[in-house]
C-alpha cells in the first residue's frame, strides 16, 4: 500500500440532487461549527437542510477547479469508527450505511426505519458488510472530525452527527483545514492507496477493512483476488487521479 495526495484526486458526484445556485461557501468555511456538530439535545438542527449541495470554486494551484460539498448526517455505531484527523487510516471515506443485520446498520439512527436508510445516512467505509463501496456506491468525505452516539438515537431523536462531505470534483483542501495535510502546504493529506497507482479512474477497495483506492484497469479487473464485482469496473469509480502512488 502507498500514499496519494488528496489534491491529485478529483471525485465523481453519484449522490442524488444538484447544487443550489443561489448558495456559496458557508460562513467561517465548510469546516465550522456551527454546520458540523454533533447532537446532544433535542433543540439542536443543521442549518442546512440535510441533503442540500454547494459548488464552489477553489483557486489553489496544486489542483484549481471547481467541487461540489453536500450537508450530510453521520451515523457511527461505536466510537471506534470517529473521523478524525488522521487520514491515513483510512477510515475517512463515508457511504451509504448499510441495512438489515449489517454492523453498519441505521437502525439506530435519527432518521432511520428498520427496512431502508435514507440516502443522506453515511458511515464509515469499513468493510463490504457496511456500505459495500465497492459495488460503486457514491463516496463523501467529511470536512471536519465527527462523531455520534449511535447506541440509542432513533429513541432519542438526537445523538446523530451533521456536516458538510466533499462529495465531486477537485479536493477543496484550500477551503477545509482538515482536508489541507502539512500546514500551508495545500496539498492535501495524504491517503491510503493501491502500491501501483496510476493515473486515472479509481474505485474504494478494502484490505483487513481498512478502505483504500484502487485503480480501475484491467490488470485489477482479471486480478482473482480482487472483489468479483470488478467486471464492470469503469461503472465502480468514484474518482480520478492525476499521478501515480508516492
Known sequence: MATLRLSRLALIDKWPGVPNPNLSIPTDGWDNTTDNFTTTSAAQTPSYPVGTKIMAYTDNTNFPGYYTMMMLMFHDWSTNF??????SDGRFFCSHVGTGANPGCASTAQFADTSRAPYFIVANCVSTA??????????????????????????????DAYGWF??????????????????????GADIPVDALMAPGPVFVDFTTSVPWLMGCDNSNAMDATTPAVLKGVNALSCGWVCVSAA
Do not use: E, M, R
Not at 82 to 87: L, M, P, Q, V, Y
Not at 174 to 180: E, S
Open 82 to 87: 470517529d473521523i478524525s484527523a488522521d487520514f
Open 130 to 159: 457496511v456500505t459495500d463501496a465497492t459495488k460503486g456506491t457514491p463516496i463523501a468525505i467529511p470536512c471536519a472530525t465527527l462523531n455520534s452516539d449511535g447506541t440509542g438515537v432513533y429513541v432519542a431523536t438526537y445523538g
Open 166 to 187: 466533499w462529495v465531486g470534483g477537485v479536493c477543496p483542501c484550500k477551503d477545509a483545514t482538515l482536508l489541507q495535510g502539512t500546514i500551508g502546504s495545500l496539498l
